[in-house]
């Protein structure tokens, strides 16, 4: 039997549950094909040993755009901000991070010529007109923004930091700066990890008839006359939506509608290529060094930080629960056992002995952060979620002109809501 839908959508994470909260309040037939065995994408969190781990290091910016369109929603965001400060390692040297005023003016990493330029650069950022840099890569806008190195080495760790992004030299500075000013309005990091907000999500949009199906694989997307479209399941199986938003990857999206189908974006999406970098989550029954909260890598591209001292990640609350981070370059070549080496070497450094108190820990080799590594002029390539197919409309971290991450990922599930509920009012 051939079902019909008003609306399918393929993905069940923040993207796909968030078009479908704002769809469910019109009086139309939703429902979400995800091919996992539970929802949420990379917003998930999984409880290991009692202990809640989010798919890496999650922090939910509190001056971002998706804070206010899933509070529109009603969702709830419990957690707190971590402290700024931590330190800063430079080839094997530990600075304290000048992220602080205490941190500025005790740090030796910079001298005082070095000191006045970063500060200027703290004071200014908020103004910075992210427009004029719409030509620049990130790596010529940050050679103009600072002159000294050492400066310019923490411009490149903040971009990290903010953005996953490690490749300085390919990224728009247009969209990294102007993500990196949300970014500074602070960061909360989450009680329960993130699946909290995807189980309000579901909850949401299960209470207002959405139908979820997990276990679900599109298998192919194809456009049939001028009001439906066909979805075809990896069971064989046959699903028509009038209307389909998708937010799986570009790749993805285009393996999916085949070679026949001539989408004129099609193009730019293969062009595309991902954000990517390797986790190691670790509980721990104690920190060796509890002081130790938060480090960065000046020298390499690498993070750590303790998640639990500001969110609540077990269920007795005792434990300790961080992350260590190793930011892929989109070129690099990666040797799982190495990698997993340099982060464990990483946490050593910060938490000597950390092994004697391991409640739970899984490495991620690669794990894909956001769908597009953004590039310069992505953004006019991105302006709306409709397709030239009629009915398809796309949206994910990727498909937002204008942002990444979780923020691309909200912004662009109400987008492709909205514009489909416009047309259905026409
Ligand atoms: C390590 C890491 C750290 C991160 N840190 C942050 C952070 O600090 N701040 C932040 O804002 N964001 C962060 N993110 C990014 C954030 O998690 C993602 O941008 C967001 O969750 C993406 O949501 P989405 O709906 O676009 O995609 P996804 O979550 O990937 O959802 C897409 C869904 O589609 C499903 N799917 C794919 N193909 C098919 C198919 N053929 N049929 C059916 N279903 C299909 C997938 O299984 C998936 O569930 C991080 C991500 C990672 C991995």
Not at 406 to 418: C, F, K, N, P
Request: hydrophobic share 40%; charged share 20%.
């Amino acid at each position: 039997m051939t079902q019909k839908w008003d609306i399918v959508i393929v993905g069940g994470g923040l993207a796909g549950y968030v078009a479908a909260n704002f769809l469910a309040k019109n009086d139309l037939s939703i429902l979400i094909l995800e091919k996992g065995k539970n929802v949420g994408g990379r917003a998930r969190t999984n409880k290991i040993n009692h202990q809640y781990l989010n798919l890496g290091p999650h922090a939910f910016y509190k001056k971002g755009k998706a804070k206010s369109i899933l509070e529109e929603l009603g969702i709830k965001l419990n957690g707190k901000s971590p402290k700024l400060g931590g330190v800063l390692v430079e080839n094997n040297m530990e600075y304290a991070a000048p992220f602080t005023p205490l941190g500025l003016f005790s740090t030796s990493l910079l001298n005082w010529k070095e000191r006045i330029e970063w500060i200027t650069f703290i004071l200014k950022v908020n103004s910075i007109d992210t427009e004029k840099l719409a030509g620049q890569t990130f790596e010529q806008w940050v050679k103009q923004a600072a002159l000294s190195k050492k400066v310019q080495s923490l411009l490149y760790v903040l971009g990290r930091l903010t953005s996953y992004c490690h490749a300085p030299e390919k990224v728009s500075a247009k969209l990294i700066v102007s993500h990196l000013k949300t970014v500074m309005g602070g960061v909360l990091y989450l009680d329960g990890g993130w699946q909290t907000i995807i189980d309000q999500l579901h909850n949401k949009a299960v209470m207002g008839g959405v139908q979820v199906q997990t276990h679900t694989a599109v298998k192919q997307i194809a456009p049939v006359e001028h009001d439906h479209i066909k979805l075809v399941l990896s069971n064989g199986e046959e699903i028509h939506g009038k209307y389909v938003i998708c937010t799986t990857g570009p790749h993805e999206l285009n393996k999916m509608l085949g070679e026949k189908v001539n989408l004129p974006q099609s193009s730019f999406f293969a062009q595309t290529t991902t954000v990517k970098g390797a986790t190691l989550d670790v509980a721990l029954s104690q920190l060796p060094n509890p002081k130790r909260l938060f480090a960065m890598s000046i020298s390499d591209p690498l993070y750590f930080s303790v998640h639990s001292n500001y969110a609540r990640l077990s269920e007795d609350g005792k434990s300790a629960v961080l992350h260590v981070f190793k930011y892929h370059h989109p070129d690099d070549h990666i040797d799982s056992k190495k990698v997993q080496n340099e982060l464990e070497q990483f946490l050593e450094k910060m938490q000597p002995g950390w092994q004697k108190y391991m409640i739970t820990s899984r490495y991620i080799p690669q794990i894909i952060v956001n769908q597009r590594l953004p590039q310069i002029g992505d953004e006019h390539k991105l302006l709306r979620s409709k397709t030239d197919i009629p009915g398809l409309y796309i949206a994910g971290d990727w498909a937002s002109p204008h942002s990444i991450l979780a923020e691309g990922a909200v912004s662009s599930g109400r987008l492709a809501a909205e514009e489909i509920t416009q047309k259905e009012k026409r």
